[in-house]
C-alpha cells in the first residue's frame, strides 16, 4: 500500500484512554518518507492527530486534517479505516 501511494502507512488501535492511539504496524515508501526512526509501539494523541482517533472511533474516513507528527513535524492526514 505505501509503495502504491508513494506515502506513509500506519495501523493504529485505540488503547484504553479514548484520546490516544497505538501505532502497531507500518510502512514507509523506499523515497521520500517523512519520519527518520520507525513509529510502531508510539502513541498518537487526540490533540496532535484528531483524523487517526475520528477514523477509529466513528469508522468513517478523515482527510486533510492537520497533524503534529511523533517527530513533531506538521502534516496534512488521510485516515481510513480497514475490514476484512
Do not use: W
Not at 12 to 22: G, P, S, V, W, Y
Not at 27 to 48: C, D, E, I, L, M
Amino acid at each position: 500500500m505505501s509503495k502504491l501511494l508513494k506515502a506513509d502507512v500506519f495501523i493504529d488501535c485505540l488503547t484504553e484512554n479514548r484520546d490516544t492511539a497505538i501505532v502497531v504496524a507500518e510502512a514507509n515508501p523506499r523515497k521520500g518518507s517523512s519520519y527518520t526512526q520507525s513509529v510502531v509501539g508510539k502513541f498518537a494523541y487526540r490533540k496532535n492527530e484528531p483524523a487517526v482517533l475520528r477514523t477509529l472511533e466513528t469508522g468513517h474516513p478523515s482527510r486533510d486534517y492537520k497533524a503534529l507528527t511523533q517527530e513533531n513535524k506538521k502534516r496534512y492526514t488521510k485516515c481510513s479505516t480497514y475490514k476484512k
